[in-house]
């Protein structure tokens, strides 16, 4: 079985300030990691994934993400936030092996960016 | 552009009422999935097809119905037997396996 958890329901951060958005999982085996956006009534869509390689992966609109396999975490960071960049963040995770894997979507995480 | 394109963007049910909720893609994807949103919950997976006229139940397929005659299209119909089918329904797709998975903008359905 496979898990993924983002601990907190909402973050609020002030524009300008470094923000962090936070992911644990739980997979039998190597995993390929997600962070998707959603904006209000919209679908998700995709900012950066962890395949293999590099712990720190870069993405789209100045985001980036660090694997970390010991702590088994997939947190999502941004040197300077904006308040476009409020939203709705969700982190996802499948195993990478072979055959249909399925994804796992964590609960979800509001940003919140105060002007 | 490629996309997915979902319709229509709100769906009333009345009591009683099949309802089916449109997905295409031109994205030439060979996966196809159907979630299902509700606050709090993250996403849940109704179905999914990997290929042409095959596909398979997810997690919540109860009172959810799919076909997939088509490369392009994975409609999703809500049946009568779905008691609780308010919800924000979004349907997507994906190339490779270590790809990420494209959305739609999602439909709305609410019952009336």
């Known amino acids: 079985a496979q898990s993924v958890a983002q601990p907190e329901d909402q973050v609020n951060v002030a524009e300008g300030n470094p923000l962090t958005v936070k992911c644990t999982y739980s997979?039998?085996?190597?995993?390929?990691l997600f962070w998707y956006v959603q904006y209000p009534n919209r679908g998700l869509q995709f900012l950066l994934k962890y395949i293999t390689g590099d712990n720190l992966v870069k993405g789209s609109y100045g985001f980036e993400a660090e694997f970390n396999k010991s702590q088994t975490s997939f947190h999502l960071k941004k040197p300077s936030a904006l308040v476009s960049d409020s939203a709705l963040y969700f982190c996802a995770v499948r195993m990478n092996s072979g055959g249909y894997q399925k994804v796992t979507f964590g609960t979800g995480t509001k940003l919140q960016v105060i002007p | 552009d490629g996309g997915i394109t979902q319709s229509p963007k709100y769906l009333f049910r009345k009591e009683g009422q099949n309802v089916t909720l449109s997905c295409e893609q031109n994205l030439n994807h060979d996966a196809m999935y159907w979630y299902r949103q509700d606050p709090g919950q993250g996403l849940r997976l109704i179905y999914y097809?990997?290929?042409?006229?095959?596909?398979q139940k997810g997690d919540i397929a109860e009172g959810y119905s799919v076909s997939r005659e088509k490369k392009e299209s994975f409609p999703l119909t809500v049946t009568s037997a779905q008691k609780n089918p308010t919800a924000f329904y979004l349907c997507?797709?994906?190339?490779?396996?270590?790809?990420?998975?494209?959305f739609g903008d999602g439909t709305r359905l609410s019952i009336l």
């Open positions: 097809s990997q290929i042409v006229n095959d596909f």
């Open positions: 997507a797709s994906r190339d490779l396996e270590n790809q990420p998975q494209h």
């Open positions: 997979v039998s085996g190597n995993p390929y």
